[in-house]
Nanobody, 124 residues
Framework: QVQLVESGGGLVQAGGSLSLSCAASGRTVGVGAMGWFRQAPGKEREFVASIRRSGDLYYADSVKGRFTISRDNARDKVYLQMNSLQPEDTAVYYC??????????????????WGQGTQVTVSS
């Protein structure tokens, strides 16, 4: 099993920035892509960004150019730098990781491990 613990998040005004971190522990050998999803009240969980162990990056269209995902394989950590935040970015952000490599990368169903989530609130 792999445990994921997020940190960061909080309250920020529109146009501001926040940084999220996620640390993986446990059986991390062989972990595939790591990424972030988010879920706003009353909405389904949606893909935000993901990064393969190789470094290949994937972003949702809604965050391209504003969010940057990065990964430290040696420390089993993944980061999400969020700039130019808008009220519509308000959600609980979840860190996630794969136990095996898959072709698909944006479906929540291909991820095996999830963090508890961290709240990001953007005020207008």
């Amino acid at each position: 099993q792999v445990q994921l613990v997020e940190s960061g998040g909080g309250l920020v005004q529109a146009g501001g920035s926040l940084s999220l971190s996620c640390a993986a522990s446990g059986r991390t050998v062989g972990v595939g892509a790591m990424g972030w999803f988010r879920q706003a009240p009353g909405k389904e969980r949606e893909f935000v960004a993901s990064i393969r162990r190789s470094g290949d990056l994937y972003y949702a269209d809604s965050v391209k150019g504003r969010f940057t995902i990065s990964r430290d394989n040696a420390r089993d950590k993944v980061y999400l730098q969020m700039n130019s935040l808008q009220p519509e970015d308000t959600a609980v952000y979840y860190c996630t990781a794969q136990s095996k490599i898959t072709l698909s990368i944006i479906s929540s169903g291909v991820y095996d491990f999830w963090g508890q989530g961290t709240q990001v609130t953007v005020s207008s």
